[in-house]
């Protein structure tokens, strides 16, 4: 008899929107990647390719304003002395090495990190998929269909491109450091973030994963969330708070509800096609209540502003997801290989020591920039960068690290076929 987990296919329409109705009523254990396989791979292709290039373009026009009205504040200042409580931007004049009109260069530069990190990630991306085309399948006398992971390396070149766009952007922001300026720094952070989750779910359901135009309208959202937050965070803080926190969870519920039925949002509509799996739902109220009590402590106990609330929640999510996902490969016994496993920790490590210099505040955009100035500190390496600086190199370094890790953690699949991959 032929097994039911060979026998049933996804039955999509031009735009993969349509799951077959029997298989969100089969078992979590029955389900395979042969079930989420398609005949439209160049589709997917185009679809994943869309990635890169709203990336670039994303970059490229939202970093040009960026760039004129950072300079016009940094210029202003240093062409136009003001008195102390009159200052826009946050420095800290400790270690702050001026070069001609540019303030701070210091602390420009030490983003390059994230600018080299991110070009090293896509030229390793680019000889991956060339070896992968012409040596080894050739080598092993294979064709690419039918084993391993469905490919698709669109969203790796859009998670090289956004690092580079955070080292620009974060460049940028130095320039004239403050408050207003905050979301020219977390914009990009926020594409990495929501490009490693879309990567964790597009490995194991490559045809349902969201369209790029979606997933950046939604990073665009997020943006202006974080920005109306700003203002309206100083004249209600509580309610405004206490409003982000509901919205913030909302999302969060709607985003595990449709990983709950594997990607399929579109069930919510349809009570019919809901089943109960116990151990999935244990799985994500336990995430779901994790970010609720994370985001309530950022929110309220350490009052953290907005945008590093809903970026920490982002990048909690995407850690949520990567454990989740890592759990069930040892769950499921899938090969493990010894590189992965070693960038893995090298990552962890990297946070780590990322997170303590990043915590050693130099300065503090939450208070005026006469108070903040209090916290400056000297010069920490070489009598050139600062604590942060060091923040900078790190968690460029950690970023790559981790990209690594989701790069290379499914290599031992490529012997295998679809009908032998689970689906989680």
């Avoid at 983003?111 to 080894?136: D, H, L, P, Q």
């Avoid at 949520?320 to 890592?326: D, H, K």
């Avoid at 031992?412 to 689970?422: D, Q, T, V, W």
Wanted: proline fraction near 3%; aromatic fraction near 16%; charge should be positive.
């Amino acid at each position: 008899m032929t097994n039911l987990t060979q026998e049933k296919h996804l039955n999509l329409d031009p735009n993969g929107a349509h799951l077959h109705d029997d298989l969100l009523q089969m078992k979590e254990s029955q389900l395979r990647l042969n079930h989420f396989s398609d005949e439209k791979f160049q589709t997917v292709k185009v679809r994943h390719t869309a990635y890169i290039w709203n990336t670039v373009t994303v970059g490229i026009y939202y970093g040009i304003p960026v760039l004129q009205v950072v300079f016009a504040k940094a210029l202003a200042q240093q062409m136009f002395p003001v008195y102390q409580e009159d200052e826009q931007c946050y420095y800290n004049y400790q270690c702050a090495i001026v070069l001609g009109y540019v303030p701070a260069v210091n602390s420009i530069l030490s983003n390059s990190g994230y600018v080299v990190f991110g070009t090293m990630f896509v030229i390793i991306i680019a000889i991956r998929e060339c070896y992968y085309k012409k040596i080894w399948c050739f080598k092993h006398g294979l064709v690419r269909k039918g084993l391993g992971l469905t490919p698709g390396n669109g969203l790796y070149y859009a998670m090289g491109f956004a690092l580079i766009g955070e080292g620009v952007m974060s460049a940028l922001y130095h320039v004239c450091p403050s408050n207003i300026n905050f979301q020219f720094d977390t914009t990009f952070m926020f594409i990495i973030a929501g490009l490693v989750i879309a990567k964790l779910i597009q490995n194991r359901h490559p045809y349902f994963n969201a369209n790029s135009f979606c997933a950046f309208w939604g990073f665009s959202v997020v943006t202006l969330a974080t920005i109306i937050g700003l203002y309206i965070d100083g004249e209600n803080p509580l309610a405004a708070r206490l409003a982000l926190l509901f919205i913030l969870l909302v999302i969060t519920a709607l985003f595990y509800f449709s990983l709950y039925h594997f990607n399929q949002f579109a069930v919510l509509c349809n009570p019919k096609l809901w089943r109960l799996r116990k151990s999935r739902l244990f799985r994500l109220a336990c995430a779901l209540f994790i970010d609720s009590i994370v985001v309530a402590v950022l929110l309220f106990y350490n009052q953290l502003d907005i945008g590093t609330t809903v970026l920490t929640l982002l990048a909690l999510n995407g850690m949520v997801l990567l454990a989740w996902y890592l759990g069930s490969k040892c769950f499921h016994s899938e090969p493990r290989m010894f590189v992965p496993v070693i960038v893995q920790m090298v990552a962890l490590g990297l946070w780590i020591v990322a997170g303590i210099y990043f915590s050693k505040k130099i300065y503090n955009s939450g208070k005026t920039p006469v108070e903040s100035r209090e916290l400056n500190k000297p010069c920490f390496i070489g009598g050139f960068y600062d604590y942060h600086d060091l923040w900078h190199f790190l968690s460029a370094a950690a970023l790559f690290a981790s990209f690594m890790g989701v790069l290379t953690m499914d290599d031992g699949l490529k012997l295998k076929e679809h009908n032998e991959i689970h689906v989680f």
